[in-house]
Nanobody, 124 residues
Framework: VQLQASGGGLVQTGGSLRLSCAAS????????LGWFRQAPGKEREGVAC????????IYTDSVKGRFTISRDNAKNTLYLQMSNLKPEDTAVYYC??????????????????WGQGTLVTVSS
């Protein structure tokens, strides 16, 4: 199982970015999938996840209405569309996957497989 995240960069406040996470070794529609982020000096936090083959999504409160998590089964890729970005969204973003989700899709302990991070910087 491998995950390759990309799409980070520098954007101004109010701007948009789309992160991608290319998966290999498994099918994205069979796994729980999540995006996490870690800001400087802070713990890693769950941002969004897709928790079932039905595509049920969960978001942390601070990104609701601004971020959208999705997957493309044909491309075997996970996405995070981020809009109306704020300086507090600045962080290294990670994608994660796991074949079994027990309780909380935004808990990093639920996930066994991680991509490398991609840095998102939002300037004020």
């Amino acid at each position: 199982v491998q995950l390759q995240a990309s799409g980070g960069g520098l954007v101004q406040t109010g701007g948009s970015l789309r992160l991608s996470c290319a998966a290999s070794g498994f099918s994205v529609d069979d796994y729980a999938l999540g995006w996490f982020r870690q800001a400087p000096g802070k713990e890693r936090e769950g941002v969004a996840c897709i928790v079932s083959s039905a595509g049920i999504t969960i978001y942390t409160d601070s990104v609701k209405g601004r971020f959208t998590i999705s997957r493309d089964n044909a491309k075997n890729t996970l996405y995070l569309q981020m809009s109306n970005l704020k300086p507090e969204d600045t962080a290294v973003y990670y994608c994660a996957a796991d074949p079994f989700l027990n309780v909380d899709g935004l808990d990093e302990g639920e996930y066994d497989y991680w991509g490398q991070g991609t840095l998102v910087t939002v300037s004020s």
